[in-house]
T-cell receptor
Framework: AQKVTQAQTEISVVEKEDVTLDCVYE???????LFWYKQPPSGELVFLIR??????QNEISGRYSWNFQKSTSSFNFTITASQVVDSAVYFC?????????????FGIGTKLQVIP | KAGVTQTPRYLIKTRGQQVTLSCSPI?????VSWYQQTPGQGLQFLFE???????NKGNFPGRFSGRQFSNSRSEMNVSTLELGDSALYLC???????????????FGQGTRLTVV
């Protein structure tokens, strides 16, 4: 069984603070994908990053960075110098092939509020 | 280019009725997938269509079905609606050559279904 845990349901930070969103996953497969999506109030999910299980290299994209650690089954997401526009719900997701189908599991999401 | 378009945006149905939701993917995208989002269950994968064929499916009852047309537009149907089917239904499209989770997916704004 696969599982994605986002222990932080809501986080509030003051603008310009750094914030880390945690994601811990469980899977028995050696091949899988991890994702982060952002859902602003408008509703659509915005793709942020995809990482496959064989690539543990951390990634930085502007103010966003991701720390993938297989040893702790974590794929954490950090926003530096947060801005009000970062306010949204962020989802971590895990995908793996199972019986010919790709099974996808989303975390429950972390609601981030950036206060001006 | 135009994004993913879902219609209608809002829908109210009575228990026992059936409903059809529509999703028009980004031009050139051949993969369309559907998701259900509820406060209690979070985001759950329903199914994915690629070139008019269902390629992947989640763990939902047979009341939930879909199809994809030759122009890649997709419809999702829910029969015998239950109160628990009230949710935001999101559609995503991608080029999808080797599975939606191997390429970036673009989401629509969703259809908010309320069953009364």
């Amino acid at each position: 069984a696969q599982k994605v845990t986002q222990a932080q349901t809501e986080i509030s930070v003051v603008e310009k603070e750094d914030v880390t969103l945690d994601c811990v996953y469980e899977t028995r497969d050696t091949t899988y994908y991890l994702f982060w999506y952002k859902q602003p109030p408008s509703g659509e999910l915005v793709f942020l990053i995809r990482r496959n299980s064989f690539d543990e290299q951390n990634e930085i994209s502007g103010r966003y960075s991701w720390n993938f650690q297989k040893s702790t089954s974590s794929f954490n997401f950090t926003i530096t110098a947060s801005q009000v526009v970062d306010s949204a719900v962020y989802f971590c997701a895990l995908s793996e092939n199972s019986g010919g189908y790709q099974k996808v599991t989303f975390g429950i999401g972390t609601k981030l509020q950036v206060i001006p | 280019k135009a994004g993913v378009t879902q219609t209608p945006r809002y829908l109210i149905k009575t228990r026992g009725q059936q409903v059809t939701l529509s999703c028009s993917p980004i031009s050139g995208h051949r993969s369309v997938s559907w998701y259900q989002q509820t406060p209690g269950q979070g985001l759950q994968f329903l199914f994915e269509y690629f070139s008019e064929t269902q390629r992947n499916k989640g763990n939902f009852p047979g009341r939930f079905s879909g199809r994809q047309f030759s122009n890649s537009r997709s419809e999702m149907n829910v029969s015998t609606l239950e109160l628990g089917d009230s949710a935001l239904y999101l559609c995503a499209s991608s080029l999808g050559g080797t599975g939606i989770w191997n390429t970036e997916a673009f989401f629509g704004q969703g259809t908010r279904l309320t069953v009364v």
